[in-house]
């Protein structure tokens, strides 16, 4: 069940951070322009934004599922985005990385345990969208998923992605595109090379074929 994984990805990926050096917080991360402290503080309002949410309920037919939750750009983000911004600001005053990991292991134990507690069929409001929980959530294992490929980018002995969690998101990804992903991508490099964490190689590239034309897709 994709509620499971919801649950299996995050936690996951906290245990992914507590597992981070001092040192290792001041690393470049995969998404452009943050490093791994910058990451872990977006991190933060992503558990935040999990338990509002949650504690939200919405009314009227769901408008999106796990899938169209997504909105989709074709240009990665600059870093000028305001809320981009503040993440990096506040990021750099927590100062102490502890105090940040601390920060991401409260508010995240919460949105955990709200996830668990959470009746799958009741619709929230998220965004000026409806979804059920049972949808939200399952949107947020592609967040999770992503977001551990970019926090283990350049930490090579990091915790590893979830094999679960990289599947369900290449077929989300899949859906989203319109179109499979080559069978010789890895779960893993179909999630890069389609959201634009990396480009493709040439050999990718003629694998791609007339899907290359759709990529970057950038989620938002």
Do not use: N
């Not at 990021?91 to 668990?116: I, K, N, Q, T, W």
């Not at 000026?128 to 294992?141: K, N, R, W």
């Not at 592609?142 to 679960?164: K, R, S, Y």
């Amino acid at each position: 069940m994709d509620l499971d994984l919801f649950s299996y990805s995050w936690v996951a990926l906290r245990a992914a951070v507590d597992g981070l050096s001092d040192e290792d917080f001041a690393r470049p991360s995969g998404c452009a322009g943050w490093l791994v402290r910058d990451l872990v503080c977006h991190l933060v309002i992503d558990a935040q934004d999990v338990l509002i949410t949650l504690a939200t309920p919405a009314e009227g037919e769901p408008t999106r599922d796990a899938v169209t939750y997504w909105e989709v750009a074709g240009t990665p983000p600059t870093g000028d985005d305001p809320l981009d911004a503040l993440t990096v600001r506040l990021a750099a005053a927590y100062e102490d990385p502890g105090l940040l990991a601390f920060h991401l292991d409260d508010v995240g134990s919460a949105a955990g345990r709200a996830a668990g507690l959470a009746d799958p069929g009741l619709r929230v409001g998220t965004r000026g969208v409806v979804l059920t929980v049972g949808d939200y959530l399952s949107a947020y294992v592609m967040e999770w998923t992503l977001h551990h490929l970019d926090l283990v980018a350049h930490l090579p002995d990091a915790v590893d992605v979830p094999a679960e969690g990289l599947a369900r998101s290449r077929a989300m990804l899949e859906e989203i595109a319109g179109a499979a992903f080559p069978t010789s991508f890895s779960d893993a490099d179909a999630l890069l090379v389609g959201t634009g964490r990396r480009a493709p190689t040439v050999a990718e590239t003629a694998a791609l074929g007339e899907l290359a034309a759709k990529l970057p897709l950038v989620l938002g």
